[in-house]
């Protein structure tokens, strides 16, 4: 298993240090785990994007021992798709099974930010 801080990660605005303070509910008192500051190059509201984001991709990939397969994980599934529609169109049969099939895996498409197939 992975050697960071389980998750959940959370991120909240610290007046005190001028920063978005990222932290875990599993560290005592909730201690910093990292910080996004910004400056003139940046807005508060790309901060604080940038600081959605850190957190939602961490907790997003809890469980998954190795986060670097996801984008060929969603690769597979978009290759999956146009195998049950080749199968469907060259058989025949089970299209009823084969669009329930589709719809799953193209709602998780969907989620994962990827264009429909």
């Known amino acids: 298993m992975s050697k960071h801080t389980k998750e959940p990660w959370a991120w909240s605005w610290s007046r005190k240090d001028e920063a978005n303070i990222i932290t875990s509910n599993n560290l005592p008192d909730e201690e910093c785990l990292g910080a996004c500051f910004c400056d003139e190059s940046i807005s508060d509201e790309e901060r604080d994007a940038n600081s959605e984001r850190i ?10 021992k190795n986060p670097d397969a996801v984008p060929e994980m ?44």
């Open 55 to 64: 957190v939602a991709c961490v907790n997003a990939c809890e469980g998954i």
């Open 74 to 117: 969603l690769k597979a599934l978009k290759q999956l798709v146009g195998a049950i529609n080749t199968i469907v169109l060259h058989k025949g049969i089970g299209k009823q099974n084969a669009d329930y099939l589709w719809g799953i895996i193209d709602e998780a498409i969907a989620k994962a930010g990827s264009e429909k197939l």
